[in-house]
Protein backbone atom coordinates (compact mmCIF):
# COMPACT_ATOMS: atom_id res chain seq x y z
CA UNK A 1 0.00 0.00 0.00
CA UNK A 2 1.03 3.49 -0.27
CA UNK A 3 2.52 5.70 2.03
CA UNK A 4 0.56 7.73 4.71
CA UNK A 5 -0.57 10.79 2.27
CA UNK A 6 0.96 13.80 3.60
CA UNK A 7 -1.97 16.29 2.98
CA UNK A 8 -5.18 16.35 5.23
CA UNK A 9 -7.35 13.60 4.69
CA UNK A 10 -11.07 14.65 3.24
CA UNK A 11 -12.99 11.15 3.77
CA UNK A 12 -16.43 11.00 2.00
CA UNK A 13 -19.09 9.60 4.24
CA UNK A 14 -20.64 7.42 1.48
CA UNK A 15 -17.60 5.03 1.51
CA UNK A 16 -16.84 4.80 4.99
CA UNK A 17 -20.67 4.10 4.96
CA UNK A 18 -20.33 1.14 2.30
CA UNK A 19 -17.05 -0.41 4.68
CA UNK A 20 -19.24 0.15 7.50
CA UNK A 21 -22.74 -2.09 5.70
CA UNK A 22 -19.88 -4.31 4.16
CA UNK A 23 -18.97 -5.22 7.32
CA UNK A 24 -22.48 -5.11 8.94
CA UNK A 25 -23.86 -7.36 6.36
CA UNK A 26 -21.11 -9.54 6.43
CA UNK A 27 -20.15 -9.11 2.49
CA UNK A 28 -19.75 -6.29 0.06
CA UNK A 29 -21.97 -7.77 -2.54
CA UNK A 30 -24.86 -8.31 0.98
CA UNK A 31 -24.14 -4.24 1.25
CA UNK A 32 -24.28 -3.61 -2.38
CA UNK A 33 -27.66 -5.77 -1.88
CA UNK A 34 -28.76 -3.38 0.68
CA UNK A 35 -27.87 -0.34 -1.02
CA UNK A 36 -29.27 -0.87 -4.46
CA UNK A 37 -25.82 -0.92 -6.16
CA UNK A 38 -23.80 -3.03 -8.16
CA UNK A 39 -21.64 -5.00 -5.55
CA UNK A 40 -17.86 -3.74 -7.96
CA UNK A 41 -19.00 0.13 -6.81
CA UNK A 42 -18.80 -0.86 -3.08
CA UNK A 43 -15.92 -2.57 -3.62
CA UNK A 44 -14.32 -0.25 -5.50
CA UNK A 45 -15.18 2.89 -3.03
CA UNK A 46 -13.63 0.74 -0.55
CA UNK A 47 -10.47 0.43 -2.78
CA UNK A 48 -10.40 4.27 -3.03
CA UNK A 49 -10.40 4.80 0.94
CA UNK A 50 -7.72 2.43 1.77
CA UNK A 51 -5.89 4.17 -0.94
CA UNK A 52 -6.62 7.64 0.34
CA UNK A 53 -6.02 6.49 3.59
CA UNK A 54 -2.75 4.14 2.86
CA UNK A 55 -3.25 1.13 4.53
CA UNK A 56 -5.66 -1.90 3.86
CA UNK A 57 -8.83 -1.87 5.87
CA UNK A 58 -10.24 -5.30 4.85
CA UNK A 59 -8.67 -8.69 5.23
CA UNK A 60 -8.02 -10.15 1.46
CA UNK A 61 -8.90 -13.29 -0.06
CA UNK A 62 -11.94 -14.35 2.70
CA UNK A 63 -15.60 -14.91 1.57
CA UNK A 64 -17.05 -13.20 4.29
CA UNK A 65 -15.25 -9.37 5.17
CA UNK A 66 -12.96 -8.64 7.78
CA UNK A 67 -11.67 -6.24 8.96
CA UNK A 68 -8.22 -5.02 9.95
CA UNK A 69 -7.19 -3.16 13.18
CA UNK A 70 -7.65 -0.09 10.57
CA UNK A 71 -10.47 -1.06 9.16
CA UNK A 72 -12.16 -1.67 13.28
CA UNK A 73 -10.61 2.32 13.38
CA UNK A 74 -12.45 3.27 10.57
CA UNK A 75 -16.06 2.38 11.81
CA UNK A 76 -15.62 3.31 15.19
CA UNK A 77 -14.92 6.65 13.45
CA UNK A 78 -17.90 6.35 10.81
CA UNK A 79 -20.27 6.15 14.01
CA UNK A 80 -18.98 8.27 16.04
CA UNK A 81 -19.48 10.79 13.13
CA UNK A 82 -23.19 9.27 12.53
CA UNK A 83 -23.56 9.85 16.61
CA UNK A 84 -22.31 13.15 16.33
CA UNK A 85 -24.02 13.90 13.45
CA UNK A 86 -27.46 13.14 14.89
CA UNK A 87 -26.67 15.11 17.74
CA UNK A 88 -26.48 18.10 16.24
CA UNK A 89 -29.41 17.08 13.71
CA UNK A 90 -31.46 17.35 17.34
CA UNK A 91 -29.79 20.47 18.27
CA UNK A 92 -30.89 22.30 15.16
CA UNK A 93 -34.56 21.00 15.91
CA UNK A 94 -34.73 22.70 19.25
CA UNK A 95 -33.05 26.06 18.01
CA UNK A 96 -35.50 25.91 15.09
CA UNK A 97 -38.34 25.52 17.35
CA UNK A 98 -36.87 28.55 19.41
CA UNK A 99 -36.64 30.53 16.46
CA UNK A 100 -40.46 30.01 15.34
CA UNK A 101 -42.29 33.35 16.89
CA UNK A 102 -44.39 33.23 18.16
CA UNK A 103 -43.80 30.37 20.56
CA UNK A 104 -41.75 31.66 23.55
CA UNK A 105 -39.86 29.81 26.36
CA UNK A 106 -39.18 31.70 29.58
CA UNK A 107 -37.20 30.50 32.48
CA UNK A 108 -37.98 31.94 35.82
CA UNK A 109 -35.32 31.91 38.56
CA UNK A 110 -36.85 29.85 41.63
CA UNK A 111 -38.81 31.08 44.09
CA UNK A 112 -38.61 34.95 42.04
CA UNK A 113 -42.04 34.91 41.20
CA UNK A 114 -45.44 33.48 42.94
CA UNK A 115 -48.56 31.45 41.19
CA UNK A 116 -50.07 34.53 40.52
CA UNK A 117 -47.70 36.42 38.44
CA UNK A 118 -46.92 33.55 36.57
CA UNK A 119 -50.50 32.78 35.33
CA UNK A 120 -50.57 36.47 34.77
CA UNK A 121 -47.59 35.81 32.32
CA UNK A 122 -50.07 33.47 30.19
CA UNK A 123 -52.54 36.54 29.38
CA UNK A 124 -49.98 38.75 28.96
CA UNK A 125 -49.04 36.87 25.98
CA UNK A 126 -52.40 36.60 24.81
CA UNK A 127 -53.00 39.96 24.47
CA UNK A 128 -49.18 40.34 22.62
CA UNK A 129 -50.80 37.07 20.29
CA UNK A 130 -48.23 35.18 21.19
CA UNK A 131 -48.11 31.67 23.13
CA UNK A 132 -45.12 31.10 25.78
CA UNK A 133 -44.70 27.40 24.61
CA UNK A 134 -42.84 26.95 28.34
CA UNK A 135 -42.03 28.09 31.11
CA UNK A 136 -39.08 26.90 32.81
CA UNK A 137 -38.34 27.72 36.86
CA UNK A 138 -34.39 26.89 37.99
CA UNK A 139 -32.31 28.34 40.47
CA UNK A 140 -30.44 31.70 38.70
CA UNK A 141 -27.45 30.14 37.35
CA UNK A 142 -29.52 27.34 35.57
CA UNK A 143 -31.52 30.25 33.67
CA UNK A 144 -28.52 32.11 32.88
CA UNK A 145 -27.25 28.59 31.17
CA UNK A 146 -30.68 28.16 29.13
CA UNK A 147 -30.77 31.51 27.86
CA UNK A 148 -27.12 31.36 27.37
CA UNK A 149 -27.93 27.95 25.30
CA UNK A 150 -30.42 29.81 23.52
CA UNK A 151 -32.96 27.25 25.15
CA UNK A 152 -35.13 30.16 26.38
CA UNK A 153 -36.08 33.01 24.45
CA UNK A 154 -35.91 35.17 27.73
CA UNK A 155 -34.66 34.88 31.47
CA UNK A 156 -36.21 35.87 34.71
CA UNK A 157 -33.18 36.22 37.05
CA UNK A 158 -32.15 37.79 39.98
CA UNK A 159 -28.87 40.09 40.24
CA UNK A 160 -26.74 38.04 37.40
CA UNK A 161 -23.08 38.52 37.82
CA UNK A 162 -21.17 41.17 35.14
CA UNK A 163 -19.01 38.37 33.99
CA UNK A 164 -22.73 36.68 32.76
CA UNK A 165 -23.16 36.49 28.85
CA UNK A 166 -26.66 38.47 29.23
CA UNK A 167 -27.95 41.11 27.44
CA UNK A 168 -30.23 42.90 30.36
CA UNK A 169 -33.50 44.12 28.89
CA UNK A 170 -35.19 45.63 32.02
CA UNK A 171 -33.91 45.80 35.47
CA UNK A 172 -36.54 45.83 38.54
CA UNK A 173 -34.74 46.98 41.88
CA UNK A 174 -35.37 44.34 44.45
CA UNK A 175 -33.53 44.85 47.54
CA UNK A 176 -32.85 41.81 50.25
CA UNK A 177 -34.53 41.66 53.22
CA UNK A 178 -34.08 40.15 56.35
CA UNK A 179 -37.62 38.03 56.85
CA UNK A 180 -38.59 37.11 59.83
CA UNK A 181 -41.85 35.71 61.64
CA UNK A 182 -43.80 39.24 62.97
CA UNK A 183 -43.42 37.80 66.68
CA UNK A 184 -39.39 37.94 66.31
CA UNK A 185 -38.03 40.73 68.20
CA UNK A 186 -36.12 42.13 65.26
CA UNK A 187 -39.38 42.78 63.43
CA UNK A 188 -39.88 45.88 65.44
CA UNK A 189 -36.98 47.37 64.01
CA UNK A 190 -36.22 49.35 61.22
CA UNK A 191 -33.27 47.92 59.88
CA UNK A 192 -30.71 45.67 61.12
CA UNK A 193 -26.79 45.76 60.43
CA UNK A 194 -25.27 42.32 58.60
CA UNK A 195 -23.75 41.63 61.82
CA UNK A 196 -27.65 41.21 63.19
CA UNK A 197 -28.51 39.43 60.95
CA UNK A 198 -25.46 37.01 61.35
CA UNK A 199 -26.74 36.35 64.99
CA UNK A 200 -30.12 35.30 63.63
CA UNK A 201 -30.92 31.46 63.54
CA UNK A 202 -30.77 31.46 59.45
CA UNK A 203 -32.27 28.49 56.89
CA UNK A 204 -30.54 29.97 53.50
CA UNK A 205 -30.73 28.71 49.91
CA UNK A 206 -28.29 26.44 48.69
CA UNK A 207 -24.61 27.03 46.96
CA UNK A 208 -25.98 27.07 43.76
CA UNK A 209 -28.79 30.07 44.23
CA UNK A 210 -27.50 33.78 43.99
CA UNK A 211 -28.72 34.87 46.49
CA UNK A 212 -26.66 32.62 48.58
CA UNK A 213 -24.08 33.94 46.77
CA UNK A 214 -24.38 37.36 47.53
CA UNK A 215 -24.80 36.36 51.44
CA UNK A 216 -21.37 34.71 51.26
CA UNK A 217 -19.72 37.28 49.53
CA UNK A 218 -20.54 39.98 52.01
CA UNK A 219 -19.63 37.78 55.09
CA UNK A 220 -15.91 37.54 53.78
CA UNK A 221 -15.66 41.10 53.13
CA UNK A 222 -16.98 42.09 56.17
CA UNK A 223 -15.63 39.25 58.06
CA UNK A 224 -18.89 38.53 59.60
CA UNK A 225 -19.42 34.64 59.43
CA UNK A 226 -22.69 33.17 58.19
CA UNK A 227 -23.87 30.05 59.48
CA UNK A 228 -27.39 28.78 58.49
CA UNK A 229 -29.10 26.62 61.05
CA UNK A 230 -30.39 24.75 57.75
CA UNK A 231 -29.86 25.38 53.84
CA UNK A 232 -32.58 24.39 51.17
CA UNK A 233 -33.05 24.34 47.75
CA UNK A 234 -36.55 24.88 48.44
CA UNK A 235 -38.69 28.47 48.88
CA UNK A 236 -41.58 26.40 50.07
CA UNK A 237 -39.43 24.53 53.00
CA UNK A 238 -37.51 27.76 53.56
CA UNK A 239 -40.77 29.74 54.45
CA UNK A 240 -42.24 27.37 56.60
CA UNK A 241 -39.15 27.17 58.84
CA UNK A 242 -39.89 31.35 58.94
CA UNK A 243 -43.53 31.12 59.54
CA UNK A 244 -43.16 28.66 62.42
CA UNK A 245 -41.07 31.17 63.79
CA UNK A 246 -38.13 28.96 64.25
CA UNK A 247 -35.73 31.19 62.60
CA UNK A 248 -34.92 33.79 59.83
CA UNK A 249 -34.25 34.12 56.25
CA UNK A 250 -32.62 36.61 53.82
CA UNK A 251 -34.33 36.95 50.35
CA UNK A 252 -35.97 39.59 47.55
CA UNK A 253 -39.73 40.92 48.48
CA UNK A 254 -41.72 40.10 45.18
CA UNK A 255 -41.83 36.22 46.08
CA UNK A 256 -43.98 37.00 49.56
CA UNK A 257 -45.28 40.06 48.56
CA UNK A 258 -48.67 38.85 49.82
CA UNK A 259 -47.33 37.43 53.43
CA UNK A 260 -45.35 40.69 53.93
CA UNK A 261 -49.25 42.80 52.96
CA UNK A 262 -51.08 40.36 55.05
CA UNK A 263 -48.79 40.83 58.35
CA UNK A 264 -47.81 36.74 58.18
CA UNK A 265 -44.38 37.70 57.56
CA UNK A 266 -41.99 40.72 58.05
CA UNK A 267 -39.67 41.92 55.89
CA UNK A 268 -36.88 44.06 57.19
CA UNK A 269 -34.18 46.19 55.56
CA UNK A 270 -30.45 45.34 55.80
CA UNK A 271 -27.99 48.04 56.26
CA UNK A 272 -25.94 46.92 53.49
CA UNK A 273 -24.80 48.08 50.03
CA UNK A 274 -24.68 45.32 48.68
CA UNK A 275 -27.70 43.91 49.93
CA UNK A 276 -29.94 46.93 48.79
CA UNK A 277 -28.17 47.10 45.12
CA UNK A 278 -29.73 44.09 43.71
CA UNK A 279 -32.49 43.82 41.47
CA UNK A 280 -34.37 41.38 38.84
CA UNK A 281 -33.42 41.64 35.39
CA UNK A 282 -35.18 39.92 32.05
CA UNK A 283 -32.45 38.79 29.99
CA UNK A 284 -32.19 37.23 26.65
CA UNK A 285 -27.78 35.92 25.26
CA UNK A 286 -25.96 38.80 24.56
CA UNK A 287 -25.94 39.53 21.07
CA UNK A 288 -29.43 37.37 20.45
CA UNK A 289 -31.92 39.14 18.00
CA UNK A 290 -35.36 39.38 19.53
CA UNK A 291 -38.38 39.59 17.61
CA UNK A 292 -40.50 42.65 18.32
CA UNK A 293 -43.16 40.48 19.55
CA UNK A 294 -40.98 39.02 21.87
CA UNK A 295 -39.42 42.77 23.12
CA UNK A 296 -43.14 43.59 23.47
CA UNK A 297 -44.03 40.68 26.16
CA UNK A 298 -40.42 41.25 27.76
CA UNK A 299 -41.58 45.38 28.19
CA UNK A 300 -45.32 43.74 29.16
CA UNK A 301 -43.89 41.20 31.92
CA UNK A 302 -41.77 43.95 33.15
CA UNK A 303 -44.39 46.75 33.47
CA UNK A 304 -46.28 43.74 35.59
CA UNK A 305 -43.81 42.27 38.47
CA UNK A 306 -43.14 46.01 39.02
CA UNK A 307 -47.00 46.52 39.84
CA UNK A 308 -47.25 43.72 41.89
CA UNK A 309 -44.17 44.29 43.54
CA UNK A 310 -45.29 48.10 44.37
CA UNK A 311 -49.09 47.19 44.70
CA UNK A 312 -50.10 50.46 42.47
CA UNK A 313 -50.92 50.94 38.38
CA UNK A 314 -48.50 49.28 35.98
CA UNK A 315 -45.74 51.86 35.34
CA UNK A 316 -43.05 51.95 32.92
CA UNK A 317 -39.96 49.52 34.27
CA UNK A 318 -36.61 51.33 34.13
CA UNK A 319 -34.86 49.89 30.72
CA UNK A 320 -31.26 50.08 30.18
Known amino acids: MPSSPLRPLELQDHRLRYLYLSHLKGSMRAAADELGIAASSVSRQIAKLEAELGIDLVRQDTYRIHLTDAGEAAVEYYLERLAQHETLMKRFDVLRALQAAP??????????????????????SGQRDAQIAEIISAPSFEVQRLVISDQAHLGIVFCPGASAQVSRLFSLP???????HPSNPIAQQNSVTFEEVSEQTLVLPSSNYRVRELIDGVSKIQGVPINPELTSNSLAVILDFVRSGLGATVLAELPITDEIHSGTLK???IDCEAMNATDIQIVTRRGRPLSDLTRQLAHEIARTIRSLAQRELPAAASRD
Do not use: D, H, N, Y
Request: no cysteine; charged share 15%.
Open 103 to 124: RIIIAIGEGLLGAKTIKSLQAI
Open 174 to 180: QPLRLIV
Open 267 to 269: AVA
